[in-house]
């Protein structure tokens, strides 16, 4: 490792600028991901599970995307239907980013992949990957053209993280949509999280598998 200091049933993308940054929703599986592009580079939050890489590859194509055109992948979390094309986007020159939290939960569902065999999962070599402290992520952002921050947001698991762009787009992964915050009364930590995500100012979530909420 290199240490550096909206629900549909078919697929799905949308498209938006801001000034230099253009971020794509692409869903191709059960989960959206997120490519956002700056001037000097690009990142994809999430892919789907393994196997649907044709699926991913169709999807691409149809929004004039290539594989070269992504520069990092990183994973809200990693859960299956989060990192299941990381390894083969990796075997492609996509650069894997891993956050200090997520380290211990890289291989997190190899054991499920193993029952699936069909599926051709890779398990995710680490050693070529990049970890980053929180702290750094806002100077690893902006490398890319891109303004914003990384932060953990550990409610739905503990190396769950948050893309936070400074124009108020919040990429949340799995993070429990807002609205249902009183039903989950008795959890602390996703109280905690709500609080800094709106402390923040949001004006679009953009949930993995929940319609995105717009303020």
């Known amino acids: 490792m290199i240490r550096s200091g909206s629900i549909m049933s078919t697929t799905h993308s949308c498209y938006m600028r801001c000034e230099n940054v253009m ?27 393994a196997g649907t890489m044709p699926s991913f590859y169709k999807t691409i194509k149809r929004l004039g995307i290539k594989v070269s055109d992504i520069t990092y992948v990183l994973a809200t979390h990693y859960h299956p239907d989060h ?20 380290t211990d939960f890289v291989h997190y ?24 402290p929180f702290e750094n992520s806002r100077d690893f952002l902006k490398g890319l053209g891109i303004e914003g921050e990384i932060i953990p ?9 948050s893309v936070l762009l ?43 598998h929940a319609n995105e909420k717009l303020f």
């Open 23 to 49: 971020l794509t929703k692409i869903r191709y599986g059960n989960t959206n991901t997120v490519l956002i592009k700056g001037d000097k580079g690009s990142i994809l939050i999430d892919t789907d599970y």
């Open 83 to 102: 990192i299941g094309l990381i390894s083969e986007l990796m075997s492609q020159g996509v650069k894997l980013i891993i956050m200090e939290s997520q």
């Open 109 to 132: 569902s190899d054991g499920i992949f193993e029952k699936e065999s069909y599926l051709g999962y890779k398990p995710i070599d680490e050693s070529k990957a990049r970890v980053i």
């Open 153 to 161: 947001t550990p409610s739905h698991s503990k190396d769950s993280i």
């Open 166 to 208: 400074d124009d108020g787009t919040f990429v949340v992964g799995d993070l429990e949509p807002l609205e249902y915050l009183e039903a989950y009364e008795d959890n602390e930590k996703l109280g905690v999280d709500w609080d800094t995500l709106l402390r923040a100012d949001p004006k679009r979530i953009i949930y993995a």
